[in-house]
Structures are given as C-alpha cells and as structure tokens.
C-alpha cells in the first residue's frame, strides 16, 4: 500500500524566506511525527501529533517553526524566515496509534531543505 | 529503485541472548550506513559506517559493514529488557548532498 508521502522532495530557498514542507501519512496512522536530521548528526525530534490532541511542540528549535495537522491527517511544517542553519532533511514519520512499546514509525522519503 | 530492507522484521529473545539484526540496501552512490535505537519518540543515533570490514562497538552494541555484499549487521550480546526497542537502519546516498532512505525497522523484544 501506499507509504508516507512528502512534497517537495527538494527545496532551495533563500535566508529570510518562508517555506512550507507537506507530509502525507498513511492511512488510518493517527500520530504522526516531524523530525530533522542534519548532515552527519542524529535525528531531531520537532513535533508530533496523536489524534485530536494538543500536539507535543517540545521538540521545535524557535517560534519561527510551526506545523498543523488538518483533519487529523496531512501536517505541514512552517519555517519563517529561514535561516542557513535551517538546512536539513525534514523527515516525517506516522504510526497506527503511540501506543507502548513504541508502534512501529513508518518514514517518508524526506524533502531536504538547503537555505542559501 | 532505491531501497533499504531490515530483517527480520521482529524479534522475541530472552535476557542474555545475542541478537543480529540485518539491513541490506540497493541505492546508487552510497555514501554511509547510519543505525538507530528507536524507544520513545525520537530515534537514538547508533552507529555511522562508511567503510567496509571495520567493527565499530559501543558496549554490548556493535555494527560493520559489508560493501561488497552491500548490508550491514546490527550486533547485540548479553541483552537486557532495556535494548527492546524498534532498531531502524538508513543510508545516506547519492550526489550532490545525498538522500537518505530508512528501512522499516526490527522490532525487538527481550523478555526476562
């Protein structure tokens, strides 16, 4: 069946601009799981969300991020005036429930961000 | 296509037994294996292996990588209830800055 999807795959943006990066869980996956990883470093929990609850923000590096998960399905991550720092691999993530143990995350393919 | 397969896809031990856990990949321009332990949220960096043949080791944990056979093993020895955990393998490949692509993950659970 279909995975997770991410849009773009690639984006080159400018120091100062806003970008916004989509992520298509799979099916019926109530959590859903924003991550960034960074050459060479480990992956970086942002956010995450779980079915109708206030989502878990402990994870976001300053208030210029934000993401939204509408209908409980597709989430968007919102940078604000992007900074060269902010280039990644912006990784998303959905699970059936967040039970535990942990349920297994499944990936997308990422959309990898380069701020010039 | 572009891949990274993991088996198996889990794993039921008892405390002290060894665990391998494998991960073969199929990318273009690879350039390193990362391993990670997933238990909570966010997934705990591991293992990077860029070269063939050499051990890397962190206590119990250790990992190499097979270039030419293209997989890399996951090793675990004397577990305990603590290393049950989803463990994911991801390769970083391809040119200009790379892509990176994770396998579904081994499930492992280590009873007492």
């Known amino acids: 069946g279909a995975g997770v999807s991410q849009s773009p795959s690639n984006k080159v943006t400018e120091k100062g601009k806003d970008v916004e990066l989509r992520c298509d869980p799979i099916s019926g996956h109530t959590a859903l799981y924003w991550y960034r990883q960074s050459l060479g470093q480990g992956l970086e929990f942002l956010i995450y969300?779980?079915?109708?609850?206030?989502?878990?923000k402990s994870g976001l590096p300053s208030d210029r991020f934000s993401a939204e998960r509408t209908g409980g399905s597709v989430s968007t991550l919102t940078i604000q005036r992007t900074q060269q720092e902010d280039s990644a691999v912006y990784l998303c993530?959905?699970?059936?429930?967040?039970?535990?143990?942990?349920?297994?995350?499944?990936f997308g393919p990422g959309t990898r961000l380069t701020v010039l | 296509e572009d891949k990274v397969v993991q088996s198996p896809l889990s794993l039921v031990v008892h405390e002290g037994d060894t665990v391998t856990l494998n991960c073969s990949y199929e990318?273009?321009?690879?350039?390193?294996l990362l391993w990670y332990k997933q238990e909570k949220k966010a997934p705990t960096f591991l293992f990077m292996l860029t070269s063939s043949g050499i051990e890397k080791k962190s206590g119990r944990l250790s990992s190499i990588l097979d270039k030419k056979e293209l997989f890399s093993i996951l090793n675990i020895t004397a577990t305990q209830t603590g290393d049950s955990a989803i463990y994911l393998c991801a390769v970083y490949y391809g040119g200009s800055q790379g892509n990176l692509i994770f396998g579904k993950g081994t499930k492992l659970s280590v009873k007492p």
């Open positions: 993530a959905s699970s059936l429930s967040d039970s535990l143990p942990t349920d297994t995350q499944y």
């Open positions: 990318v273009t321009n690879f350039r390193s």
């Open positions: 969300f779980q079915g109708n609850s206030a989502p878990d």
